[in-house]
């Protein structure tokens, strides 16, 4: 069964860090797309990041970028994104998830998701 | 950035009907754009992308459509289990961009 599972989330005072992970099965991270989406509490979808196949390739969302960053781990078959200097507005539901693949080619929809995992900035 | 623009914010359907979702693009998206229906406490799920395309297992009552920037979201006889919010994405260009979602309420 493909499956992703994130797991890391907390809470945190504004200005820390948190690693969020995301285990894969049913199938192999380094051969899709993957991304990360977060959604605040009440409000809607925004994505947050995606790192490409090789991981050569990362890209972010304006509000995030130098703070976070995405990766991955082929040996644990496993996505990563590193959270550092945390905002009171990164409170959210922080979803793993996977981009669609027709054949060979990655269409940039995401088409397995994690159950999200909820990191909450206070102090 | 592109923007999504979803409308109506709340759309309430008798059960068999049919639900109308509306969404538009900023600018062109060449097609790419994806739907997803979302429940409560739940993660979302791709319904359509590519503007047209249902994705594995989802039902046929499920159709996409675009006009130039419009993009519309149709379910032809509703469900109990359809009522849901339902976001539309872009993923033409960086960064990939959700509307803000249409909640499909019982009427």
């Known amino acids: 069964e493909v499956q992703l599972v994130e797991s890391g989330g907390g809470l945190v005072q504004p200005g820390g860090s948190l690693r969020l992970s995301c285990a894969a099965s049913?199938?192999?991270?380094?051969?899709?797309?993957m991304g990360w989406v977060r959604q605040a509490p009440g409000k809607g979808l925004e994505w947050v990041a995606n790192?490409?196949?090789?991981?050569?390739?990362?890209y972010y969302v304006e509000s995030v970028k130098g703070r976070f960053t995405i990766s991955g781990d082929n040996a644990k078959n496993s996505l990563y994104l590193q959270m550092n200097s945390l905002r009171a507005e990164d409170t959210a539901v922080y979803y793993c998830?996977?981009?669609?693949?027709?054949?060979?080619?990655?269409?940039?929809?995401?088409?397995?998701w994690g159950q999200g995992t909820m990191v909450s900035v206070s102090s | 950035e592109i923007v999504m623009t979803q409308s109506p914010a709340t759309l309430s359907v008798s059960p068999g009907e049919r639900a109308t979702l509306s969404c538009r693009a900023s600018?062109?998206?060449?097609?790419?754009v994806a739907w997803y229906q979302q429940k409560p406490g739940q993660a979302p799920r791709l319904l359509i992308s590519?503007?047209?395309t249902r994705a594995t297992g989802i039902p046929a009552r499920f159709s996409g459509s675009e006009s130039g920037t419009e993009f519309t979201l149709t379910i032809s006889s509703l469900q109990s289990e359809d009522f849901a919010v339902y976001y539309c994405?872009?993923?033409?260009?960086?960064?990939?961009?959700f509307g803000q979602g249409t909640k499909l309420e019982i009427k």
């Open positions: 049913g199938f192999t991270v380094s051969t899709y797309w």
């Open positions: 590519g503007a047209s």
């Open positions: 998830a996977r981009g669609l693949k027709v054949g060979t080619t990655t269409i940039g929809a995401f088409d397995v």
């Open positions: 600018q062109s998206v060449s097609s790419k």
């Open positions: 790192i490409n196949q090789d991981g050569s390739e990362q």
């Open positions: 994405q872009q993923y033409n260009n960086w960064p990939k961009t």
